[in-house]
């Protein structure tokens, strides 16, 4: 299996733009999360999906974040209008049950200048 | 909320020693889990320890849980260079109604000069 796969790896982009996100989680996990890491405050709960049902989007810092999974194979966490302080490295995980261990993706590197 | 915290923030070993780090939590869980990040990479699962185990080893890994205080350790042996990463604990509620917000700590700082 490849893993869980995350694009784009690097995205910088200016202030006000849409950006999105995308994950694709390893086939057969029925649950998926979003998290985001800054130095300031860590690795960060954003949302999470079991069988494609978002199912706690508490961590979800305000309105201009948003997230979806359409199908059990894909999901995209999209910020819009994007703002200097979401810049973060944003990762994606998947498990096969939600009490088990989490597979990571390699991590979107978001900077918004 | 849930939420185990890592401690020290930070240490610092010759190649060689031996790392211990800790994790305490805050309510019944169902297992505990660590983590390890290098630089720059997603985190990657190492272990899982369920709440009725008291020791679990794997390779140079050894955790041991404490269900009575709330805590978790995580040894590595014979540390390598390549152990330097941070190290994540995460605490997975007991399960009560199927709520599985798992939540992680802020990190232990491996640092193992050569």
């Known amino acids: 299996d490849a893993g869980v796969i995350q694009s784009p790896r690097h995205e910088v982009t200016e202030m006000g733009q849409e950006v999105t996100l995308r994950c694709k989680p390893i086939?057969?996990?029925?649950?998926l999360f979003w998290y985001r890491q800054t130095m300031m405050r860590g690795l960060e709960l954003l949302i999470y999906?079991?069988?494609?049902?978002?199912?706690?989007d508490s961590g979800m810092p305000e309105d201009r974040f948003s997230a979806k999974m359409p199908n059990a194979s894909f999901s995209t966490l999209k910020i819009q209008p994007s703002e200097p302080r979401d810049s973060a490295v944003y990762f994606c995980?998947?498990?096969?049950?939600?009490?088990?261990?989490?597979?990571f993706g390699p991590g979107t590197r978001l900077t918004v200048t | 909320s849930q939420q185990g915290e890592e401690d020290p923030q930070a240490l610092s070993i010759q190649e060689g020693e031996n790392a211990t780090m800790n994790c305490s939590y805050k309510?019944?869980?169902?297992?505990l889990q660590w983590y390890r990040q290098n630089s720059g990479r997603g985190l990657v699962h190492l272990i899982l320890?369920?709440?009725?185990?008291r020791e679990k080893h794997s390779g140079r890994l050894r955790v041991t849980l404490d269900t009575s205080k709330k805590s978790s350790s995580l040894l590595i042996t014979a540390s390598r260079a390549a152990d330097t990463a941070s190290y994540f604990c995460?605490?997975?509620?007991?399960?009560?109604?199927?709520?599985?917000?798992?939540?992680f700590g802020t990190g232990t700082k491996l640092q193992v000069i050569p």
């Open positions: 995980a998947s498990s096969q049950g939600g009490s088990h261990e989490q597979y």
């Open positions: 086939s057969g996990h029925d649950y």
């Open positions: 999906f079991n069988n494609n049902v978002p199912i706690d």
């Open positions: 309510t019944s869980i169902n297992n």
């Open positions: 320890i369920r709440s009725n185990e």
């Open positions: 995460a605490t997975p509620p007991f399960n009560s109604g199927g709520y599985q917000k798992v939540t």
